[in-house]
């Protein structure tokens, strides 16, 4: 028997399973890489306090992770919200430790109603120490903006100046999602020479919780099974828009994508790849 490639996500719980650990590990299990999960913090808001991010030690992450690589191992990683400076900083390295080939950042720092998921000092943390060990980052337009300086990002010519500009933080590849744009749904990869643009319909819905854990996720899956990173990229893109096609809700509050879409229902949706340089 050929065991699956393993797969270590490294991110928040989100208690509503649409988001975070919960959505890498649905899509972990739907594209057959063998899923583990390191909880940085437990999202989840306490109807007095209002508290919503409640993180865990540096001691509880090294044991996850510890008891995870000795266990089983791990052929590729996925970063998601790592909330502080402290857990940036233990993240990057246990990761460089242990010499993971496949390393996807996912730079969360503003949840899908705008909350904040990383704080200020953390930031630098990120860009100096994480993203350059990164063989690719996946941020959306606000993770972009960030990242650049507060630039604004309007247009796909904006995305694609702050691909080549990102890629100067060190990452091998980079991917700067343009979801929250009006139009199509276009995102842009650059490689360090080329940048090329991957564009799916826009769906009508609001139920998209969890779809850039769950795109990020994809990448890493397809990216440790051997696949180039515009492979990787495209392939992931169409798991994401059919589960996004597919998504839904229990109650009046923002529901998840799908996960199972594609599965269910058929191929993934299809995606147009253009080299735009």
Known sequence: MEYPVRVMTIAGSAAGGSAGVQADLKTFEELDVYGMSIITAIVGRHPETNQNVHLQSTEAIEAQFA???KQ???DGVKTGMLFSKEVIEVVASLIQEKEIKTIVVDPVMIGKMNSKLLKDDAIEALIHQLIPMATIITPNVPEASILLGDRELHTVEDLKQAAVD???LGAKNVLVKGGRLEGPAVDVLFDGTTLTAFTAPRID???TSGAGCTYSAA???YLTKGKTV???VGLAKGFVTTAIEYG???TDIVGPTYHAATRKFGEAHP????IVT
């Open 166 to 168: 990102l890629h100067k």
């Open 205 to 207: 819905t609001v139920n």
């Open 230 to 232: 515009a492979e990787a």
């Open 248 to 250: 839904f809700s229990y």
């Open 72 to 74: 089983v191992g791990a």
């Open 271 to 274: 995606i147009k790849i253009e």
């Open 67 to 69: 008891t995870a690589i």
């Open 219 to 221: 990448i890493t899956a």
